[in-house]
């Protein structure tokens, strides 16, 4: 069975196409500027001609959203391309995994459900470098023990530039040296090496507190840039928190 899972998020919405429990093909649009129905429906079409979709093969559309405002424009241009009602699913959808908070993101809660189906038999910790910085932890028979949210790394780079006369835009890699003698290397340092303390001393503290050694996932769009940095990531996985929607929606 093909199935169409969209993860709506503050900074872009991802889309993948999944033949059963496997995702074959992912993309990528930017959330903002917000579009409205008929230009999303447009761009989808042009997307599923790039990648040889037939609307009539998908026989599920699964939907995520931590943009309340977006979830009806999408919903409605994929009633208009596959004529069907897509499945939205959030912290209410039931699962494996224990919310525990009428607050937690439906993002967040994905992260947990596909670590939760992928891993099992261990603790789990999911890194999600996103518009902001969160790790959440939760445990082998599904309880979620708590979350961590802090400022996105690009979120707060952007931040810095744009209230800033005369510091450029970087490209977000590791430096040359931890030490910068030039304002370009200068704030790749920063950026790498603070957010990578920041997260080990996340993952750290998790474990303290867990009494455990946890196994860590990392998400997210940068997360590529922070995993050969350290020990501490298990592993990457870009199309987490699809996984996790996808898992939500599969039997609904």
């Given at each position: 069975?093909?199935?169409?899972v969209?993860?709506?998020?503050n900074s872009n919405?991802?889309?993948?196409?999944f033949?059963?429990d496997?995702?074959d093909i992912?993309?990528?649009?930017n959330t903002k500027?917000?579009?409205t129905?008929?230009e999303l429906?447009?761009?989808?079409?042009?997307?599923?001609?790039?990648?040889?979709i037939?609307?009539?093969?998908?026989?599920k559309?699964i939907i995520?959203?931590?943009?309340p405002?977006?979830?009806?424009v999408v919903?409605s241009?994929?009633?208009k391309?596959?004529?069907i009602?897509?499945?939205?699913?959030?912290r209410?959808?039931?699962?494996?995994?224990q919310?525990?908070?009428?607050?937690?993101?439906t993002?967040?809660?994905?992260?947990?459900?596909?670590?939760?189906?992928?891993y099992p038999d261990?603790?789990k910790?999911?890194?999600d470098f996103?518009?902001?910085?969160?790790?959440s932890?939760?445990?082998?028979t599904?309880e979620?023990?708590?979350?961590?949210i802090a400022?996105?790394?690009?979120?707060?780079?952007?931040?810095l530039?744009s209230?800033?006369a005369?510091?450029?835009?970087?490209?977000?890699k590791?430096?040359k040296?931890?030490?910068g003698l030039d304002?370009?290397?200068c704030?790749?340092?920063?950026?790498v090496?603070g957010?990578?303390?920041?997260?080990?001393g996340?993952?750290d503290?998790?474990?303290?507190?867990?009494?455990?050694?946890c196994?860590?996932?990392?998400t997210?769009g940068v997360?590529h840039v922070?995993?050969?940095?350290?020990?501490k990531i298990?592993?990457?996985?870009?199309l987490h928190?699809?996984?996790g929607?996808?898992f939500?929606?599969?039997?609904?």
């Amino acid at each position: 069975m093909n199935s169409i899972v969209i993860n709506v998020g503050n900074s872009n919405v991802r889309f993948g196409l999944f033949d059963d429990d496997n995702c074959d093909i992912s993309w990528v649009i930017n959330t903002k500027p917000y579009r409205t129905t008929d230009e999303l429906y447009v761009q989808m079409l042009m997307l599923y001609q790039t990648y040889k979709i037939d609307p009539k093969d998908i026989s599920k559309v699964i939907i995520g959203s931590v943009v309340p405002q977006l979830t009806k424009v999408v919903s409605s241009a994929i009633k208009k391309i596959h004529g069907i009602q897509p499945v939205i699913v959030d912290r209410s959808t039931p699962s494996g995994v224990q919310a525990k908070s009428k607050q937690m993101g439906t993002d967040i809660y994905a992260n947990l459900v596909a670590a939760h189906n992928l891993y099992p038999d261990r603790k789990k910790i999911i890194i999600d470098f996103g518009t902001a910085l969160t790790a959440s932890c939760v445990t082998e028979t599904g309880e979620t023990l708590g979350v961590i949210i802090a400022p996105g790394i690009v979120t707060s780079l952007n931040s810095l530039i744009s209230q800033t006369a005369q510091l450029p835009e970087i490209e977000l890699k590791k430096p040359k040296s931890v030490l910068g003698l030039d304002t370009v290397t200068c704030m790749q340092s920063g950026m790498v090496y603070g957010f990578l303390g920041m997260v080990e001393g996340f993952i750290d503290r998790i474990n303290d507190e867990v009494n455990d050694d946890c196994f860590v996932i990392a998400t997210g769009g940068v997360s590529h840039v922070y995993k050969p940095l350290t020990t501490k990531i298990h592993i990457t996985d870009r199309l987490h928190t699809l996984k996790g929607l996808y898992f939500l929606g599969k039997d609904l």
